[in-house]
């Protein structure tokens, strides 16, 4: 009974569920990483959205004619989340599969069957939003 009433002392430290955290973070994540941007922009902080603008800019008519052919979207699924010094700021990981990826300006798009991101997320304004300080790169 003890450990049952000090996980819920625990985890009532963290500014807002868990589960607003990754469904937050899944919600960004099959926005992006099917290239629907402006549907991602309500997952970010105000700062990010120049990133994701940025990305909107550089798709091309190939790019757009890839994604059409491509039998489903990408598929999004939610790891590890650790939660950092403040409890204000975590990093969640995420595991996407089947994503169409273009890794340099000017280089045809391809399609990457499984890579790992991590993504920063920040508690403002009563809510989970993913910062972004740069375009989102796969672990290596």
Same mark, same amino acid.
């Given at each position: 009974?003890?450990?049952?009433?000090?996980?819920?002392?625990?985890?009532?430290?963290?500014?807002?569920?868990?589960?607003?955290?990754?469904?937050n973070a899944d919600s960004f994540s099959c926005y992006y990483f099917n290239w629907q941007y402006q549907k991602a922009l309500r997952?970010?902080?105000?700062?990010?959205?120049?990133? $994701?603008?940025?990305?909107?800019?550089?798709?091309?008519? *190939? &790019? @757009?004619?890839?994604?059409?052919? =491509? %039998?489903?979207?990408? #598929?999004?699924?939610?790891?590890?989340?650790?939660? $950092?010094?403040?409890?204000?700021?975590?990093?969640?990981? *995420? &595991? @996407?599969?089947?994503?169409?990826? =273009? %890794?340099?300006?000017? #280089?045809?798009?391809?399609?990457?069957?499984?890579?790992?991101?991590?993504?920063?997320?920040?508690?403002?304004?009563?809510?989970?939003?993913?910062?972004?300080?740069?375009?989102?790169?796969?672990?290596?």
């Amino acid at each position: 009974m003890l450990i049952i009433v000090m996980l819920n002392f625990v985890s009532c430290n963290h500014p807002g569920s868990e589960d607003s955290l990754t469904e937050n973070a899944d919600s960004f994540s099959c926005y992006y990483f099917n290239w629907q941007y402006q549907k991602a922009l309500r997952y970010v902080t105000p700062e990010s959205e120049k990133w $994701l603008r940025f990305e909107a800019s550089q798709v091309h008519q *190939v &790019d @757009v004619d890839m994604l059409k052919s =491509k %039998d489903e979207g990408a #598929a999004c699924e939610i790891g590890e989340v650790t939660y $950092l010094n403040d409890d204000s700021l975590a990093t969640v990981k *995420v &595991d @996407v599969k089947n994503y169409l990826a =273009k %890794d340099t300006i000017g #280089a045809d798009s391809h399609i990457v069957e499984k890579a790992t991101f991590v993504l920063n997320m920040v508690y403002k304004n009563d809510k989970w939003l993913v910062k972004l300080n740069s375009i989102p790169r796969r672990l290596k």
